[in-house]
């Protein structure tokens, strides 16, 4: 996960929700 554009997010001090974004956009929304 680290290096990843969704450790990015988290920095910002997105919603977690946001992590799985890649995930929900191949399936359902966790």
């Keep these: ?3 990843s ?3 990015r ?3 910002r001090g997105e919603k977690p929700a ?3 974004t890649p995930r929900s956009a191949a ?3 966790k």
Aim: glycine share 14%.
């Design 27 to 29: 399936g359902p929304r």
């Design 18 to 20: 946001l992590v799985y």
């Design 1 to 3: 996960i680290i290096g």
């Design 9 to 11: 997010i988290i920095k």
């Design 5 to 7: 554009p969704e450790t």
